[in-house]
């Protein structure tokens, strides 16, 4: 079981890893979306993409060792969390670093959250901005009348000058 422990505390450090690359990232985005660059957004959005399914497999693999371990020690892999492993590991070397990881990607995460949530609402506000800006331009716009052709016969007003009831003789 030991094995496992280590393959999850060295999971936990890689998902830590590709958070931390997310963050900076996530932090070149808030500049990006500040100084209106939407290439260098392009950009960002592609290499976070590609972080975000690294991560992805990375998560598969840890709930499939939180899966494995939890079977060994005759739990549901429902109920094993971080904190009971920690307390099942109590005394073992393997709990402190454990710990450590377990600290750190909680960091991370958290911090990551602030991140995005800033970049959100830098995004919402230059939204509403863009249509602020597009009503406003919508709005001096007046429509012309149309145009349409005179036909022989017929007076600037658009009448013919003759009524239904001359047409009838």
């Given at each position: ?32 979306i500040v ?15 590609m972080v ?109 000058g003759a ?7």
């Amino acid at each position: 079981m030991a094995g496992m422990i280590t393959q999850l505390v060295d999971v936990m450090k890689q998902q830590v890893e590709r958070h931390t690359e997310l963050y900076g990232l996530s932090l070149e985005e808030k500049d990006a979306i500040v100084q209106n660059d939407v290439e260098q957004l392009q950009k960002l959005v592609n290499l976070k993409n590609m972080v975000i399914s690294q991560n992805n497999r990375l998560e598969k693999q840890r709930i499939s060792l939180v899966n494995d371990i939890a079977e060994v020690l005759g739990h549901s892999e429902k109920d094993l969390s971080l904190a009971q492993l920690m307390e099942i590991m109590e005394g073992k070397p393997e709990q402190a670093e454990l710990k450590e990881v377990g600290t750190q990607l909680k960091d991370i995460v958290e911090k990551l959250k602030e991140i995005n949530d800033l970049n959100k609402e830098l995004l919402d506000s230059a939204l509403e901005f863009v249509e602020y800006s597009l009503n406003a331009l919508r709005s001096t716009m007046e429509p012309e009348p149309p145009d349409y052709p005179m036909v022989k016969g017929t007076k600037a007003d658009g009448s013919t000058g003759a009524s239904s009831f001359n047409t009838m003789r």
